[in-house]
C-alpha cells in the first residue's frame, strides 16, 4: 500500500513539474541596445524567458545573462508582469517594476542586486516568437534602452499601433547597427523624433 501512495505521489510531482515546463518558453533573437548620449545602437544576440505565474494573465519575464557595452549585469527578473491576450492571438505584456538581478558580475553587487525595468506597450509574443521594448535604468549610466526581436510577426512592416503617426524618422541603421541614407532590403532600425527606437521589415 505504502508503494501505490510513493507512486502516485511521485507521478503528481512529475506531472507538475511538466505542467510547469510547459509554461516555460525562452526565445532567442536580436537585441539592440542604445545607451543614453553613448553613440550608435549595437545589435547582439540575447535570450528571453517568459514563464506562465499560477494566476491567471501573470507572467515572469527574465532577461537572461543580460549585458551592455560588454558590461554584464546578469539575470534580470521582471515578476508578476501583465500580459493580456488579444483576438488575433497575441499576448501582450506592460510593466514598470524595479527587478532582480541574480547570477551577476560586480555589477550586480553595487546595484544592490535591483534594477528598475520598464516593458513597454507594444511588447507582445505569439508562438516562438517575441518582440520586446525594454528600458532599464542604470545608476551612473542612464537610460538602455532595449529591442528584443522584431514586429514583424508574419505580416510586412510595423503594426500602425506601434510607431507614433506623428513621429518622423530621425535615423535609418542597419541591423548590424552601421548608419545608413535610407531603408536597405531587411530589417532596418529606425530612430524616431520622440525618442524611440523601431525595427521595420523591408521588402
Do not use: C, H, W
Amino acid at each position: 500500500m505504502k508503494k501505490i501512495f510513493t507512486l502516485i505521489a511521485m507521478a503528481m510531482i512529475a506531472m507538475g513539474a511538466m505542467a510547469q515546463g510547459n509554461n516555460e518558453k525562452t526565445y532567442e533573437d536580436n537585441i539592440v541596445i542604445t545607451v543614453a548620449n553613448l553613440g550608435e545602437p549595437v545589435t547582439d544576440r540575447a535570450s528571453i524567458t517568459i514563464t506562465e505565474q499560477e494566476e491567471e494573465g501573470k507572467y515572469t519575464i527574465k532577461l537572461n545573462q543580460f549585458s551592455f557595452l560588454g558590461m554584464l549585469i546578469g539575470d534580470v527578473t521582471m515578476t508578476d508582469v501583465q500580459g493580456d491576450d488579444d483576438s488575433e492571438g497575441f499576448t501582450n505584456y506592460a510593466t514598470t517594476q524595479t527587478a532582480t538581478i541574480t547570477n551577476g558580475a560586480d555589477i550586480q553587487e553595487m546595484l544592490g542586486g535591483k534594477i528598475d525595468v520598464t516593458v513597454k506597450e507594444g511588447s507582445r509574443s505569439k508562438g516562438d516568437k517575441f518582440y520586446a521594448l525594454i528600458s532599464l535604468t542604470v545608476p551612473g549610466v542612464g537610460d538602455v534602452e532595449a529591442v528584443f526581436g522584431d514586429n514583424n510577426f508574419g505580416t510586412d512592416g510595423i503594426s500602425a499601433g506601434t510607431i507614433d503617426q506623428n513621429a518622423k524618422v530621425a535615423a535609418v541603421y542597419t541591423l548590424g547597427g552601421q548608419r545608413v541614407n535610407s531603408m536597405v532590403r531587411g530589417i532596418n532600425i529606425l530612430k524616431l523624433t520622440n525618442g524611440k527606437t523601431v525595427k521595420v521589415m523591408n521588402k
